[in-house]
């Protein structure tokens, strides 16, 4: 007779083999019932480690990839669902801040303690803020309204006479004065957007056109306008190109949609299409 030790250490080695063999029918069944049902965890996701003083059963990885997959896909969906919603209340308060570091000084007449925290050495009150921005939008047009008036005009002007006599002000105020009436007496100026050659023959660009250029940039006789050309994602900077009115091909979107079509990379095309047709005669008027 074998030794007990031995017996049972044979016992027990065929015993595991069992298990083990069990354990490996059991998962083909289950792969072969649950294959198709989506969702279902699948018992092949376990294996068995054999270890001298027992058995283990230990989730493979397949399935810690599968909850993960499952998580970043609701979390980018919840992203997208809710990322329009926070980023336009987060625009609106960066707006509405940058806004109020300046129009809170209209408020200089009302005491700090009353207008800020923490005795008047915080921050103003939000509350507040939204009055000084209401007195900015009521004053602003009051102005508006004023310069309709002979006395409101003849205040502009001394206004502006002093404004233009102070030493580097005047540069800074010249300037802007010009280009603001540039664009407001322009009425064509990024009111139509088109589309030219640029940065290379073959290639195109979308564009607005900020106005036509006088005689000494014509071009064979031919008007020549000039076209701002945004970059992506941010429209703030640009080229400025000169083209023959040819050159450019009017396109049936408006400005709003084209500087979407801009902002978002091209991803969202205009309504209902870009519809390109060549313009005869843009819609500037002669100066």
């Given at each position: 007779?074998?030794?007990?030790?031995?017996?049972?250490?044979?016992?027990?080695?065929?015993?595991r083999r069992i298990v083990?063999?069990?354990?490996?029918?059991?998962?083909?069944?289950?792969?072969?019932?649950?294959?198709?049902?989506?969702?279902?965890?699948?018992?092949?996701?376990?294996?068995?480690?054999?270890?001298?003083?027992?058995?283990?059963?230990?989730?493979?990885?397949?399935?810690?990839?599968?909850?993960?997959?499952?998580?970043?896909?609701?979390?980018?969906?919840?992203l997208a669902v809710?990322?329009?919603?926070?980023?336009?209340?987060?625009?609106?308060?960066?707006?509405?801040?940058?806004?109020?570091?300046?129009?809170?000084?209209?408020?200089?007449?009302?005491?700090?303690?009353?207008?800020?925290?923490?005795?008047?050495?915080?921050?103003?009150?939000?509350?507040?803020?939204?009055?000084?921005?209401?007195?900015?939008?009521?004053?602003?047009?009051?102005?508006?309204?004023?310069?309709?008036?002979?006395?409101?005009?003849?205040?502009?002007?001394?206004?502006?006479?002093?404004?233009?006599?102070?030493?580097?002000?005047?540069?800074?105020?010249?300037?802007?004065?010009?280009?603001?009436?540039?664009?407001?007496?322009?009425?064509?100026?990024?009111?139509?957007?088109?589309?030219?050659?640029?940065?290379?023959?073959?290639?195109?660009?979308?564009?607005?056109?900020?106005?036509?250029?006088?005689?000494?940039?014509?071009?064979?006789?031919?008007?020549?306008?000039?076209?701002?050309?945004?970059?992506?994602?941010?429209?703030?900077?640009?080229?400025?190109?000169?083209?023959?009115?040819?050159?450019?091909?009017?396109?049936?979107?408006?400005?709003?949609?084209?500087?979407?079509?801009?902002?978002?990379?091209?991803?969202?095309?205009?309504?209902?299409?870009?519809?390109?047709?060549?313009?005869?005669?843009?819609?500037?008027?002669?100066?």
């Amino acid at each position: 007779m074998a030794p007990a030790g031995h017996f049972l250490a044979i016992s027990d080695r065929t015993y595991r083999r069992i298990v083990h063999t069990f354990l490996s029918a059991a998962v083909a069944l289950n792969d072969f019932a649950f294959r198709a049902a989506s969702g279902l965890p699948h018992f092949s996701d376990c294996f068995v480690l054999a270890l001298s003083n027992g058995f283990s059963i230990r989730r493979l990885p397949s399935v810690n990839k599968n909850l993960f997959a499952r998580w970043r896909a609701n979390f980018f969906t919840g992203l997208a669902v809710l990322l329009p919603a926070i980023a336009s209340v987060l625009v609106l308060l960066w707006v509405f801040s940058s806004i109020a570091n300046i129009t809170d000084a209209l408020l200089f007449f009302l005491p700090s303690k009353l207008t800020h925290g923490d005795g008047g050495q915080g921050k103003m009150y939000w509350y507040w803020s939204m009055a000084a921005l209401l007195l900015a939008i009521l004053l602003i047009s009051l102005a508006g309204k004023l310069t309709r008036y002979y006395i409101g005009k003849k205040i502009i002007q001394l206004l502006d006479r002093g404004l233009l006599r102070i030493p580097l002000l005047n540069k800074i105020y010249s300037t802007i004065k010009q280009v603001n009436e540039a664009f407001t007496s322009n009425k064509s100026s990024f009111k139509q957007v088109v589309l030219v050659e640029f940065p290379q023959p073959g290639h195109r660009a979308v564009g607005f056109v900020t106005g036509e250029q006088d005689e000494a940039f014509h071009q064979g006789g031919e008007r020549t306008i000039s076209v701002f050309i945004p970059t992506t994602p941010n429209p703030t900077s640009g080229f400025l190109i000169l083209v023959p009115e040819s050159g450019a091909k009017k396109l049936d979107m408006s400005v709003a949609d084209g500087i979407k079509f801009i902002v978002s990379l091209g991803a969202i095309p205009p309504e209902p299409s870009l519809g390109i047709r060549p313009v005869p005669s843009l819609p500037i008027p002669h100066g």
